[in-house]
């Protein structure tokens, strides 16, 4: 079995799934106003089930589970923080009985982890004495439950950043970091992802600059617009000289549920990720929320099998 190092010291092209929370809603699952996604494995374990077996087929290398926002201080909104543990694990369990049911090829498994505060709260990133043994605890569980790799998700401010990715090294499983960016208001500068009015917007790059240093496996931009990624790439490739990933959202929030208007479409979203792969070096590629499993099935068509020679780091 080769491993997903030796695939990217390889220069393969690694493909990852496309959104996971969004595609849930997008089957019939009500999303949660303060959990999201993080239940719906509990209520509709054979939606979710069908959601990884269906990115495994479309030709992704990589699927997540379900734990973006299952982390102990989210849970306790709803007052399930004594169920942490259950509902971590069985979200791994559902990706893992996905990948028995539908993988031909070698398919490895993600845990996602993220700062995520509940939607209810007033606050965009979680705050609190215990976050950082919250933090510590969920990448315990799920490296307990069996995922392959961790991928720390939305990382946009550096003081949550850095507790999620130290939680997660911890474990001592390969790490992903996937850094959120968008563009200042006057177009001119890359900011931290924000959506809320309580999170201050931070210079992008003062972020990688400080996170950075932690290190990890893989680092690169997810969950931000499309038109977002190419200069906080940019940005990013001045301070990482690892692998790289790439992963977008098309679409918007409107809390709790994704609004599928104006989504890119799979041939355009293959097309903007092939200038990211040439111009940036991207080496692990997939989609954020409001991608689907025709976005995966379009990028395993489409794009090269190994980074080409000119996008090769030196």
Request: aromatic residues 6%.
């Amino acid at each position: 079995m080769t491993s997903l190092f030796e695939r990217l010291n390889d220069n393969e092209i690694i493909l990852l799934d496309g959104g996971v929370s969004t595609e849930i809603q997008k089957r019939g699952v009500a999303m949660d106003s303060d959990v999201w996604s993080g239940l719906a494995h509990k209520s509709h374990p054979e939606v979710v089930l069908q959601v990884h077996e269906d990115y495994i087929r479309a030709g992704a290398q990589v699927i997540t589970a379900n734990t973006y926002s299952t982390a102990r201080h989210v849970l306790e909104s709803i007052d399930l923080g004594g169920e942490v543990r259950a509902i971590n694990t069985e979200a791994v369990q559902l990706a893992k009985e996905a990948r028995d049911n539908s993988a031909k090829d070698e398919t490895w498994i993600a845990g996602s982890m993220s700062s995520m505060a509940p939607f209810n709260s007033p606050q965009e990133v979680a705050t609190g004495e215990k976050v950082a043994q919250n933090y510590q605890e969920l990448a315990e569980i799920i490296a307990e439950a069996g995922v392959d790799l961790i991928i720390t998700e939305m990382m946009r401010d550096a003081v949550n950043a850095k507790l999620v990715i130290e939680a997660a090294l911890s474990t001592g499983l390969p790490v992903w970091i996937g850094y959120s960016a968008m563009m200042s208001d006057d177009g001119k500068s890359v900011q931290t992802w924000h959506w809320k009015n309580s999170l201050s917007s931070v210079d992008f790059e003062e972020l990688v600059e400080a996170v950075s240093p932690l290190g990890g496996d893989a680092a690169g931009i997810m969950h931000s617009q499309v038109r977002d990624t190419p200069p906080a790439l940019e940005i990013l490739g001045r301070h990482w000289s690892g692998p790289k990933l790439a992963y977008a959202e098309t679409g918007e929030i409107e809390k709790p549920d994704w609004n599928f208007k104006e989504i890119c479409t799979p041939n355009e979203y293959a097309a903007e990720i092939e200038g990211w792969i040439n111009n940036y070096g991207v080496q692990i590629i997939g989609g954020c929320c409001g991608t689907g499993p025709e976005h995966i099935r379009i990028l395993k068509e489409c794009l090269p099998r190994h980074l080409p020679v000119s996008s090769v780091p030196i």
